[in-house]
């Protein structure tokens, strides 16, 4: 909530200790929509997955959505391990997610959010900081067309 603005007189119901006043505010929210592209941060891992917090709730990213390897979870590190690539996830990290799945709760139950990192420019931002300078780098690499001359 910002800009609250209360009234300073209130009411005083006979029996009740409370007083009652007028407010009046702003309310900033959030409501993700499918196949929106948010960052976030880890902020649990589990052998299934990790949690992703965006914005005020958190998200979850199955091991099967992370990337195209084969992941093993190390629990005394709290880490999850791409077998092929090296790469790491555990708490802190900053991610990028595209979101799958939405189901907000109803009467007071927590909703759940799906997320992937399954797909180009997804993931760790370290390994999409990578990812781009692999790619610059593989373009200035680029053999010369037929017929230029140097």
Do not use: C
Not at 43 to 55: C, S
């Amino acid at each position: 909530m910002i800009d609250v603005k209360v009234s300073p007189t209130g009411k005083i119901i006979p029996g009740d200790g409370a007083t009652y006043h007028k407010v009046s505010f702003s309310l900033l929210t959030f409501y993700p929509r499918l196949q929106e592209i948010v960052e976030g941060e880890v902020v649990e891992i589990a052998d299934f997955g990790a949690f992703v917090r965006i914005g005020p709730i958190d998200a979850l990213l199955h091991v099967s959505q992370l990337m195209d390897d084969f992941i093993s979870y190390d629990e005394k590190q709290g880490v999850l391990l791409g077998k092929e690539t090296k790469r790491k996830l555990m708490n802190g990290d900053q991610v990028r997610v595209r979101i799958t799945a939405v189901s907000l709760g109803r009467a007071g139950t927590s909703g759940k959010i799906g997320v992937t990192a399954r797909q180009p420019f997804l993931g760790k931002l370290e390994w999409i900081e990578k990812d781009v300078q692999r790619i610059k780098e593989q373009i200035g690499k680029k053999p010369a067309e037929k017929g230029e001359s140097n």
